[in-house]
């Protein structure tokens, strides 16, 4: 199993920027595909963006693209959020999660991930 540490979490202006970090521990991240979720009050959970196992691939949810990166730092099994052009309706807790590299199946959808961080918050203040 690996365990999940999701940082970065914070309060940032419209149109700042934050780094989200997803630190595993327990088995090398490098078994999974990893990927961001955030949830806001009264809302669905829903997809951010993944990175595949490999860090060749990534994905990203349709409000996000173009404004947020996915990325992999294998050396150091940590999985980074960079978050650009920040809107208030950015604002959740951001959840890392991960799946096996061989789920390679609806990649967008939170049930087919297995192991979730604690996740953090994000408050963008118009």
């Known amino acids: 199993q690996v365990q999940l540490a999701d940082s970065g979490g914070g309060l940032v202006q419209a149109g700042g920027s934050l780094r989200l970090s997803c630190a595993a521990s327990?088995?090398?991240?490098?078994?999974?595909?990893v990927g961001w979720f955030r949830q806001a009050p009264g809302k669905e959970r829903e997809f951010v963006a993944a990175?595949?196992?490999?860090?060749?691939?990534?994905y990203y949810g349709d409000s996000v693209k173009g404004r947020f990166t996915i990325s992999r730092d294998v050396a150091k099994d940590t999985v980074y959020l960079q978050m650009n052009s920040l809107k208030p309706e950015d604002t959740a807790v951001y959840y890392c999660?991960?799946?096996?590299?061989?789920?390679?199946?609806?990649?967008?959808?939170?049930?087919?991930?297995?192991?979730w961080g604690q996740g953090t918050q994000v408050t963008v203040s118009s």
């Open positions: 999660a991960a799946k096996s590299r061989w789920n390679t199946a609806a990649i967008s959808a939170k049930s087919h991930y297995n192991y």
């Open positions: 327990g088995r090398t991240f490098s078994d999974y595909i």
């Open positions: 990175i595949s196992w490999s860090g060749g691939s990534s």
